[in-house]
């Protein structure tokens, strides 16, 4: 036994030294899943009218109204020509009996064959004009004649859309003197391994419901489900390596506005873009005083065409937004979450955590992406 001379310090004895141990562990990897939680995973399929579920492939139906605006097929180069061509396949929007305006001319539909309008120029008194092979035909009004025959009339035709589901998955494996062992921070080892792994699994989740591409799978390959910039593809825009800006924002949600005639509830942006949103919008938001706060957050923008929630994950793709209509984008769960222990190898005991999920966005131009935000 060694002796040591007065007087003690903690330096001197360290095997007896007991060391104060926090009896938790500090996750540092970021676990939320803000859009899925926003959401929901467990989405009502009543809420698509999916009828046979479950199934490994859902399938909607779209359908829209006859176009406002469609484009010309060729320019109109006379002022006293009545045969106006429309573009490829847009000619069913427009019926006989239809006051159409091209720039600032008014034209009256009297008859239509396919995708060729036969028309009364200068209709109203407006002043018949020559016109651009890339000028719009807007339908103004309808005015039938009385006691006239029924004109023939194009018809929509439904589309179909359709989504996979797809499978996330991982596995557990722990020896079963580790499942006794005791640690600090761990009162169950397989309870904390299966929250660390579940929660990498929704944040897997999340990131392919931004960026998801729809694949059918096979026995070798696995199916994969279509995320948000696989389905919107009709209204977007781009800020070129820009920060994002309220007109940007602004002509987005009237961009959909316009083409849907519905009204976006849902903005999903990285933390960059919240930041920049919140600068953005300071100064124009009623707030409640506060004594032991500073700064501003911005969580809805109210615009000409309904509120704008704003939400922030750090999971979105930094350079894009998205826009949605919530009435039309949702998850359908599979098979829930759900932890099966496996078959025992060696001293090894086995468990499979499982979740399988699909997607349903509907009606593409009832959402809007934008693209290109700066990211630094």
């Not at 009896?23 to 676990?31: E, G, H, W």
């Not at 009543?46 to 199934?55: A, D, I, L, M, Q």
């Not at 933390?271 to 500073?294: H, N």
């Not at 937004?321 to 222990?341: K, M, S, W």
């Amino acid at each position: 036994m060694a002796g040591r001379e007065n007087p003690l310090f903690t330096y001197g004895d360290t095997v007896t030294f007991q060391i104060a141990t926090s009896d938790v562990i500090a996750l540092l990897s970021p676990t939320e899943v803000p859009f899925v939680q926003r959401i929901g995973l467990d989405g009502d399929p009543g809420k698509f009218r999916v009828e046979n579920w479950p199934s490994t492939q859902v399938k909607w139906f779209e359908d829209e109204v006859r176009a406002l605006t469609v484009g010309l097929g060729a320019a109109i180069t006379t002022t006293t020509g009545t045969s106006v061509t429309l573009a490829t396949g847009a000619g069913w929007n427009v019926m006989v009996n239809d006051v159409v305006k091209v720039d600032d001319e008014y034209m009256y539909v009297t008859a239509r064959n396919a995708d060729t309008l036969t028309v009364t120029r200068g209709f109203w008194g407006s002043t018949a004009a020559t016109h651009a092979s890339s000028a719009s035909v807007t339908r103004v009004t309808q005015a039938a004649l009385e006691g006239a025959t029924f004109e023939t009339s194009g018809t929509s035709v439904p589309t179909a859309q359709y989504n996979y589901t797809q499978i996330f998955r991982d596995v557990i494996r722990i020896s079963n003197s580790e499942l006794v062992q005791s640690r600090y921070g761990i009162e169950d080892v397989l309870a904390y391994q299966t929250s660390v792994k579940t929660a990498d699994i929704m944040r897997l989740v999340e990131k392919a419901a931004f960026t998801g591409i729809r694949s059918a799978g096979s026995e070798s390959t696995p199916r994969t489900m279509g995320g948000l910039t696989y389905f919107i593809t009709t209204n977007t825009a781009s800020m070129s390596n820009n920060y994002i800006t309220e007109t940007a924002i602004l002509n987005m949600v009237r961009t959909i506005y316009e083409s849907s005639g519905q009204t976006p509830s849902l903005l999903v942006c990285g933390p960059l873009t919240a930041q920049t949103i919140d600068t953005l919008w300071e100064g124009k938001v009623v707030v409640q005083p506060s004594s032991d706060a500073v700064g501003m957050l911005t969580r809805r923008i109210v615009t000409r065409y309904g509120d704008l929630e704003v939400l922030s994950s750090h999971l979105c793709p930094p350079d894009k937004a998205f826009i949605l209509n919530l009435d039309h984008v949702g998850f359908l769960t599979y098979r829930p979450l759900e932890v099966t222990q496996l078959a025992q190898t060696g001293d090894v005991k086995a468990w499979q955590i499982a979740l399988e999920v699909t997607m349903v966005v509907r009606n593409d131009k009832c959402h809007g992406i934008i693209t290109g935000i700066k990211t630094t």
